[in-house]
């Protein structure tokens, strides 16, 4: 199991963006930040920008936003912020090497991987809470599959 400081150092690694404060994990905060909030240090939590430029500490440029807000850079403190950056990690996956690969390309997947699971339960999480967001992952997860038993359950009636 890794510990706080790998798993930090897996998600810079992956994601650059992640090296703010405000996306260390264990991440713990009461409530996500809306649009027209400021964070602790008094910066906006959306900035619009239409092009991405160099990029914004604490800030992820995000393509897919809400669209009465659209392109520009989101807080890590916002949800939207997570989202777009699992829609990234999900085209960069490292090679698996499942069973025929070296024990540093199963390492490297590995770590894709955490980070991978830290960054998604954060794009479907209540709060910014990281053990709230994998009770909230888990629980989405249930409803999708229960969903689809239901489903298969009504097909096997007609």
């Known amino acids: 199991m890794a510990t706080a400081d790998e798993k930090n150092a897996s998600m810079i690694k992956f994601l650059p963006e992640l090296s703010s404060k405000y996306a260390r994990y264990p991440l713990y905060r ?3 930040l809306d649009f ?4 602790d240090d ?8 239409t092009n991405k430029g160099s990029g914004m500490e604490d800030y992820v440029y995000c393509n897919l ?7 520009g ?3 890590l403190l916002n949800p939207v912020a997570y989202v777009n950056l699992f829609k990234r990690l999900e085209s960069q996956a490292p090679p698996t090497g499942c069973c025929c690969g070296s024990a540093e390309t199963k390492k490297e997947y590995d770590e894709y991987d955490n980070v991978r699971t ?13 053990t709230q967001a994998a009770k909230d992952a888990l629980a989405k997860a249930q409803g999708v599959a229960k969903k689809g038993y239901n489903v298969t359950q009504n097909l096997q009636l007609v």
């Open 73 to 75: 850079y989101y807080h």
């Open 118 to 130: 830290i960054v998604y339960n954060r794009s479907v999480a209540s709060k910014p809470d990281d």
């Open 65 to 71: 936003a809400p669209k009465d807000r659209g392109a």
């Open 42 to 49: 008094g910066k906006p939590v959306f900035v619009a920008q």
């Open 36 to 39: 027209d909030e400021t964070d």
């Open 30 to 32: 009461e409530r996500w």
